[in-house]
């Protein structure tokens, strides 16, 4: 297991599709985020789960966003009815219990365009 | 709620300085923080991590610090290379409520040859 990944690395698609989002942790990991980044912005949080229960969701997460982990392993997070504002990178990162030890580990992201 | 503020928002130096980041947090009651770079386009890559009980941490050239009287952490970048070029991120979380690592909005470097 060599970190964190995400797929797809880009998506392009039009206004009021639904897209869908996967990340797969470090595979002892029991904690995973999903955030979200603009262009000149730091990354905001949108939701997070300790294995397969979602703990906490940001206001950022309109009910147009819907994030699972059903298994407490990989996660996806889907977006309907995609609007132009929805673009942007969307990072997911891992973490094995408080992040303590090791801190917060982060894919590559998912870069969103939405025309 | 943890606040992050990153100063400067930008910086371009000449190869070879030494040059300091600065990161600000509102919450003293700090967990851990954790910096991180991210190239154009890219996710994020981790740097270093501060424990609470710790004040600096060092990787290389990279050294970070850790002042919670202050809400201030600072990364220093010894003889800089154009190859460090990129965006730096600070992360800081909380020791109470949420686990969640609020970031500021990063310094965006330069290193020209």
Redesign the interface.
Known sequence: DTGVSQDPRHKITKRGQNVTFRCDPISEHNRLYWYRQTLGQGPEFLTYFQNEAQLEKSRLLSDRFSAERPKGSFSTLEIQRTEQGDSAMYLCASSLGEAGKDGYTFGSGTRLTVV | KQE?T?IPAALSVPEGENLVLNCSFTDSAI??L?W?RQDP??????LL?I?SSQREQTSGRLNASLDKSSGRSTLYIAASQPGDSATY?C?G?SSGG?????????TSLIVHP
């Open positions: 992050v990153q967990y851990n954790q991180f386009g890219k996710g994020l890559t981790s991590l424990q991120l992360a979380r949420s686990y969640i690592p609020t970031f500021g909005r990063g």
